[in-house]
C-alpha cells in the first residue's frame, strides 16, 4: 500500500452523523441535524446534544468549521425549521461478541447512528436479550439477533462493516499477551465466516492483543484469497480518545481542541503518542512528557486495576470503537475529510503492520499519512526505534499462529 508524502490535515474525526461532502458543508448538516435530532434518536434535543461539541464523540476533525456553523444557534427558531435535512439509513453492521461487556455498548452507541439501516449482533449466547432490550430504542436502524456458530453466516450475509470485539477480557495481572491462545482462536474462526460471507466488508478487530490479532486476520484473509488491506483495521482510537483527554485535563485545555497522534502498536510500550503534534501546538516539560506517555500506554491496567477484577475498559473502549465505525460509515457515505488512527498493513517503518494516521475512503484505507512519523523529538525517535522489536515479535506471533492452523475450507 503507497504511503503518501508529508500531508497537511484536520485531524482526528468526529460523529458527525454521517454528513458528507467539504468540512463546512458538512459542518451545516450536522448542526441541522442536531436541530432535528429528535427525529431520528428519540433523545431530547436539550443543551447537551443540540450541537454542543463537547458532549459528541468528537476527534478534531472539522471542529473549527463546525463551531463556526453553529451561528445556526442565535439564529430565530424560524430560520433554524428551515432546514430539514433528509437522513438516509443505509449501510448493515454486524457486532460479533454483542453480548459481552464491549460489544453490549458499542452496539448501543451504533444503533443511535442514523447511517445504520441494520444492526446485526451475534454472539455464542444471551445476544436475544440485547437486541430486544436496543429494538426497544426509536432510532431508525432494525436489530436483529444470531446465536451460534449454525447462525454466524447469516449475520455476516450483505454486512458493510463487521466490528469484532469478541473475546475474553482483561483481568488483574494479565497482559495483552495472556490473552492471546484464547482471543487468536476466536478471531480466526469469525474472520474465516467474515471471508465467506462479507468479502468485501470493512473489518474493525477489537479483540486483544491487537498486535497479533490484525496480522491474523490477515493471514486468514489472504488464505481464503480475498484479502484487501484497505479493509482490515486494528482499532487504536481508544489510544487517541486517552491521549487527547490526559493532554486536555494536564494543559487546562478545551477538549474538543486537543488531538493527539497515537503510532506503533496497541499495547504498551509499543503505543506511542507523539505529544509533539499536539494540536492546538503546546509545551510539555521532559518530564510531562514522560508522566503523559507511561499514562496513555498503561491506561488500560489503570481501568483494569481500578475494577479490582470486575472487568476491563469496556466502555471507553466502546466509545472509541463507536467513533471509529462511525468515521468509516461516514467515508462509505462519501464523506472526503474522515482521518483516524489504526493499526493497519502499512510501510511507513520496515515492519508489516503500525499503527498511524490514514485517511479513509470509500474503498478503505486511500492514504497512510507520513508527516506524524517526520520531526520526532528524540525522546519519541528513542522510544520508536524501542517500540519495533516488542511490536515486530507480536506481529511474528499472529502470523505463525495462523500458517499452523489452516483455515476452513
Do not use: W
Amino acid at each position: 500500500m503507497a504511503a503518501t508524502s508529508a500531508t497537511t490535515f484536520s485531524a482526528g474525526s468526529t460523529l458527525s452523523y454521517g454528513s458528507k461532502a467539504s468540512p463546512l458543508s458538512q459542518s451545516k448538516v450536522f448542526s441541522a441535524r442536531c436541530n432535528n435530532l429528535k427525529s431520528f434518536s428519540g433523545l431530547k434535543a436539550v443543551a447537551p446534544i443540540g450541537c454542543d461539541l463537547d458532549s459528541s464523540f468528537s476527534g478534531k476533525n472539522s471542529s473549527a468549521a463546525l463551531r463556526a456553523s453553529f451561528v445556526s444557534k442565535s439564529q430565530s427558531p424560524s430560520q433554524r425549521a428551515s432546514v430539514n435535512p433528509q437522513i438516509q439509513a443505509s449501510f448493515k453492521v454486524a457486532v460479533l461478541g454483542a453480548a459481552g461487556g464491549i460489544g453490549q455498548p458499542l452496539s448501543l452507541l451504533i444503533k443511535m447512528s442514523p447511517l445504520v439501516s441494520s444492526l446485526h449482533l451475534y454472539d455464542i449466547a444471551n445476544v436475544k436479550g440485547v437486541a430486544a432490550d436496543l429494538s426497544h430504542c426509536n432510532t431508525p436502524s432494525q436489530v436483529l439477533d444470531f446465536t451460534g456458530q449454525s447462525e454466524l453466516g447469516n449475520a455476516l450475509k450483505g454486512v458493510d462493516v463487521v466490528v469484532i470485539p469478541a473475546g475474553v477480557p482483561r483481568k488483574p495481572g494479565m497482559t495483552r499477551d495472556d490473552l492471546f491462545n484464547i482471543n487468536a482462536s476466536i478471531v480466526k474462526n469469525l474472520v474465516e465466516a467474515v471471508a465467506d460471507n462479507c468479502p468485501n466488508a470493512f473489518i474493525h478487530i477489537i479483540s486483544n492483543p491487537v498486535n497479533s490479532t490484525v496480522p491474523i486476520a490477515a493471514e486468514v484473509l489472504q488464505q481464503k484469497g480475498v484479502y484487501d488491506p484497505k479493509k482490515l483495521f486494528g482499532v487504536t482510537t481508544l489510544d487517541v480518545v486517552r491521549a487527547n483527554t490526559f493532554v486536555a485535563q494536564k494543559k487546562n485545555l478545551r477538549l474538543i481542541d486537543v488531538d493527539v497522534p497515537v503510532i506503533g502498536g496497541h499495547a504498551g510500550i509499543t503505543i506511542l503518542p507523539i505529544l509533539s503534534k499536539t494540536k492546538p501546538s503546546v509545551s510539555f516539560s521532559d518530564e510531562e512528557v514522560q508522566e503523559l506517555t507511561v499514562r496513555i500506554q498503561n491506561a488500560g491496567t489503570e481501568v483494569v486495576e481500578a475494577k479490582a477484577g470486575a472487568g476491563s475498559a469496556t466502555l471507553s473502549m466502546a466509545y472509541a470503537a463507536a467513533r471509529f465505525v462511525e468515521s468509516s460509515l461516514r467515508a462509505l457515505d462519501g464523506d472526503s475529510d474522515v482521518y483516524e488512527c489504526a493499526f493497519v498493513q502499512s510501510e511507513l517503518t520496515e515492519l508489516p503492520y503500525f499503527a498511524s494516521r490514514i485517511k479513509l475512503g470509500k474503498n478503505g484505507v486511500e492514504a497512510v499519512i507520513q508527516s506524524d512519523l517526520q520531526g520526532l523529538t528524540e525522546y519519541e525517535q528513542k522510544a520508536l526505534e524501542a517500540l519495533k522489536p516488542e511490536l515486530k515479535a507480536s506481529i511474528e506471533k499472529g502470523i505463525a499462529f495462523a500458517q499452523k492452523q489452516p483455515v476452513a475450507a
